[in-house]
């Protein structure tokens, strides 16, 4: 069955691949293959500030909490702390979900305006995103995440990409992991996007690079999405569900 799915893959990189020669006209398969959007996410690199710590950041969220609430705020609010700082954390970023565009102007309700604990400046706007991998059923409020800066390579596109992470999905299957990945892009024709990998706890997380990463699997799988894309930074991140 392995040997099969090998096979498929392989014609379906052949086919995309030598389509421009069948007719210059003709747009390839992949190359139709757009993201089917999920939702839409706006983030802003976020700074605390200069007389500010993490403990006012804390028990300002409640207040945040109720001024959201108080002004229908319909969007999906997360906070995302490096995983890697000191207990003097400064940076964060703020990631706004929804399942339609996000009204900018509704954001300025918390990002600036309304508190004098942090400062932000937007990162992202209105990013297109497709969950393309879901071995979890739903995000607990306090999860963790690994963001990469992504860009296809010259030959590949979001479809190609697609094949290559449905056959990522198929040989997760063998192994009990908990797990979701999602592509994000600013629009169809950009050539670079993010991946970002999703785990609902540290141990998820730490169960999937134990069970995973040194596998046989792995290796083809890196392998195959090398020749996909070249990832150029990944940070990794403790979310928090806040709104």
Request: glycine letters at 2%; one cysteine or more.
């Amino acid at each position: 069955m392995m040997m099969k799915n090998k096979i498929l893959l392989i014609a379906l990189f052949f086919l995309a691949s030598c389509s421009r020669e069948i007719s210059d006209s003709e747009q390839n398969l992949s190359e139709l293959m757009q993201p089917n959007q999920n939702y839409y996410s706006s983030q802003f690199e976020c700074t605390l500030s200069q007389n500010n710590n993490l403990n006012d950041l804390e028990q300002y969220i409640p207040k945040l909490g109720s001024l959201l609430k108080n002004h229908s705020f319909e969007y999906q609010l997360d906070f995302y702390f490096s995983d890697n700082q000191n207990d003097e954390i400064k940076n964060f970023i703020i990631n706004v979900k929804n399942s339609v565009a996000i009204d900018q102007e509704a954001l300025k309700l918390f990002i600036n305006l309304e508190n004098t604990i942090f400062q932000c400046l937007k990162k992202n706007n209105n990013l297109v995103a497709t969950t393309l991998i879901s071995k979890t059923v739903e995000l607990s409020d306090i999860f963790y995440l690994e963001i990469l800066d992504c860009e296809f390579t010259p030959d590949s596109n979001f479809g190609t990409f697609k094949i290559a992470s449905d056959y990522f999905y198929n040989l997760l299957n063998e192994y009990d992991i908990s797990y979701k990945a999602d592509f994000l892009n600013s629009d169809p024709s950009s050539r670079n996007f993010y991946w970002y990998n999703f785990f609902n706890s540290s141990t998820d997380r730490d169960n999937f690079y134990l069970n995973w990463i040194d596998s046989g699997n792995s290796i083809e799988i890196k392998d195959l999405f090398s020749e996909q894309s070249e990832c150029f930074s990944s940070n990794s991140y403790i979310g928090y569900k806040v709104f």
